[in-house]
C-alpha cells in the first residue's frame, strides 16, 4: 500500500470516527431531551408551590421561597434552551441546571433551618 493509499485510508477512518462521534452526541441529546422535559414539568409545579407558599409565609419564610422560585425560574429557562441546542451546548446547560437544582436545594434547606423553633 502506498503512502498516500494509507494516508487516504486514514483520513476516511477519521471522518468516520468524527461522524459516528457526531451522531453519538446527538443521540444523547435526543435521548437526553424527555427527561429535561420531565424535570422542568416539575420545576413548573415546584416553582408554583414556591410561590404560593412566599404569599402564606413569614417574612424570612418567604424570602426563601421567593430564592428557591427565581433558582427554579432560572432553571426552566436554562432547560428551554437546552431543548432547541446542539448536543455540546445540551450538555453545558445540562451542568448549569444541575447547579441552580442544587441552589433550590440549599434555599429549601436554609428555609427548613429557618423554621425550626429556635
Do not use: Y
Request: hydrophobic share 35%; proline share 2%; glycine share 2%.
Amino acid at each position: 500500500m502506498s503512502w498516500n493509499e494509507t494516508m487516504s485510508k486514514a483520513l476516511a477512518q477519521a471522518r468516520e470516527l468524527q461522524q459516528q462521534t457526531l451522531d453519538a452526541a446527538n443521540q444523547a441529546t435526543e435521548d437526553m431531551k424527555p427527561h429535561m422535559q420531565k424535570a422542568l414539568d416539575r420545576a413548573r409545579e415546584l416553582q408554583s408551590v414556591f410561590n404560593k407558599h412566599a404569599a402564606d409565609s413569614s417574612a424570612t419564610m418567604s424570602q426563601h421561597a421567593q430564592n428557591a422560585s427565581q433558582h427554579l425560574g432560572d432553571f426552566i429557562n436554562m432547560g428551554s434552551k437546552a431543548m432547541r441546542q446542539s448536543a455540546e451546548e445540551t450538555r453545558k446547560t445540562a451542568q448549569q441546571m444541575t447547579d441552580h437544582a442544587q441552589k433550590v436545594v440549599e434555599s429549601v434547606s436554609q428555609a427548613m433551618g429557618a423554621s425550626k423553633p429556635k
